[in-house]
């Protein structure tokens, strides 16, 4: 079986990868021109790569019609919230117009892959306590360019589903991380941070923002298991919630990583890591995909943080 991943040299698209490799797929990937393909390394050579960005209808048509896949994995975005509000245009251009591109690119092919729409959990927004965890008819209410370009991305893909017989799969993941994931990210920032101390590279101080805030942690490698067995054996048209179940205050995380140092490093609060407004509480309910598909996290969140430490620390030793 062909598959075809968009993103594939981001965090969760390598991940993704190297799963499906293991389970003797054919593995293509799309990234844009001048990405890092560093999270690659352990099977650039057995992929199929096209740097092309997805705003280039004419190359991107070329590199879906040479890979002919039987499934296709639309990972790609702008994926960080901050980043959406400092590039609302690129982001809305490229997490909405450049979906639709890759659908089109889809229309002449021999066949229509099954097509996994990857949207996110930041298109509930801020839901009030007591109706968690969030279940997937929780009324949709972006509150970012980056979440109402996901949103949309589940209509334009419904559209296609229903106007044109796309066969589409919805998931939308809740915070997921592990090693190769950005430090602009929460877990994998306080992961680097240790790991530089632990090197001598930067003083013992580890720089924070509300750790009381409380999320939904699930690891990469159970969330892109999860992307998998939706195209194999979800329905249609479903949305699918990818989540621990579980709420993990920032503070217990930050707990687990110095327990996994031997340093003595203080913890300090940066107003510049600070949000306004932010949400004290978000985590899902996965009771739909678990039942209908089979899928249910493996992965302990202490193991997720020591490999993800690890990584970092393989990182600042080879600088």
Same mark, same amino acid.
């Given at each position: 079986?062909?598959?075809?991943i968009?993103?594939?040299?981001?965090?969760?698209?390598?991940?993704?990868?190297?799963?499906?490799? !293991?389970?003797r797929?054919?593995?293509?990937?799309?990234?844009?021109p001048?990405?890092?393909l560093?999270n690659l390394?352990? *099977?650039?050579?057995?992929?199929?790569?096209?740097?092309v !960005?997805?705003?280039?209808f004419?190359?991107?048509?070329e590199?879906?019609? +040479?890979?002919?896949? /039987?499934?296709?994995f639309?990972?790609?975005?702008?994926?960080?919230?901050? +980043?959406?509000?400092?590039?609302?245009?690129?982001?809305?251009?490229?997490?909405?117009?450049?979906?639709?591109?890759?659908?089109? @690119?889809?229309r002449h092919? @021999?066949?229509l892959?099954?097509i996994?729409?990857?949207?996110s959990s930041?298109?509930?927004?801020?839901?009030e306590?007591?109706?968690? %965890?969030i279940?997937?008819?929780?009324?949709l209410?972006?509150?970012?360019?980056?979440?109402?370009?996901?949103?949309?991305l589940?209509?334009l893909?419904?559209?296609?589903l229903?106007?044109?017989?796309?066969?589409v799969?919805?998931?939308?993941p809740?915070?997921? #991380?592990?090693?190769?994931?950005s /430090?602009?990210?929460? *877990?994998s920032s306080?992961a680097?941070?240790?790991?530089?101390? +632990?090197?001598g590279?930067?003083? %013992?101080?580890?720089?924070?923002?509300?750790?009381?805030?409380?999320?939904?942690?699930s690891?990469?490698?159970?969330?892109?298991?999860? &992307?998998?067995?939706?195209v194999?054996?979800?329905?249609v048209?479903?949305?699918?919630?990818? *989540?621990s179940?579980?709420?993990?205050?920032?503070?217990?995380?930050?707990?687990?990583?110095?327990?996994?140092s031997s340093?003595?490093i203080?913890?300090?609060? !940066?107003?510049?890591?600070?949000?306004? @407004?932010?949400? %004290?509480? *978000? &985590?899902?309910?996965?009771s739909?995909?678990?039942?209908?598909?089979?899928?249910? %996290? #493996?992965i302990?969140?202490?193991? #997720?943080?020591?490999d #993800?430490?690890?990584?970092?620390?393989?990182?600042?030793a080879?600088?």
């Open positions: 079986m062909r598959a075809l968009t993103g594939i040299a981001g965090f969760a698209g390598s991940h993704l990868a190297e799963l499906l490799l !293991d389970r797929y054919e593995v293509s990937g799309i990234d844009y001048g990405a890092s560093r390394t352990s *099977c650039l050579d057995k992929v199929k790569l096209y740097q !960005d997805l705003n280039n004419p190359l991107l048509t590199a879906v019609s +040479d890979c002919q896949p /039987d499934f296709l639309h990972l790609a975005a702008i994926t960080s919230v901050q +980043d959406s509000w400092e590039n609302r245009e690129l982001t809305l251009r490229t997490n909405i117009i450049g979906t639709m591109n890759l659908m089109e @690119a889809c092919l @021999a066949h892959p099954r996994l729409l990857v949207s930041q298109v509930y927004g801020a839901v306590e007591e109706k968690q %965890p279940t997937e008819e929780t009324p209410q972006p509150r970012s360019p980056y979440a109402v370009s996901k949103a949309a589940e209509l893909g419904l559209q296609y229903h106007s044109e017989n796309y066969p799969y919805l998931v939308r809740f915070n997921h #991380t592990g090693p190769r994931q /430090d602009s990210f929460v *877990c306080f680097q941070q240790i790991s530089e101390v +632990d090197r590279l930067r003083e %013992p101080v580890l720089r924070v923002g509300d750790l009381s805030v409380r999320r939904d942690f690891d990469v490698r159970d969330i892109v298991r999860g &992307y998998l067995m939706v194999e054996k979800g329905k048209g479903r949305v699918y919630n990818l *989540c179940g579980k709420a993990y205050s920032i503070q217990s995380v930050v707990k687990i990583l110095l327990s996994l340093a003595k203080k913890v300090l609060q !940066d107003p510049s890591r600070l949000r306004v @407004a932010e949400t %004290p509480l *978000c &985590y899902g309910d996965h739909r995909v678990r039942r209908e598909v089979g899928w249910e %996290p #493996t302990p969140l202490t193991r #997720t943080l020591e #993800t430490l690890n990584y970092w620390r393989d990182r600042a080879n600088s």
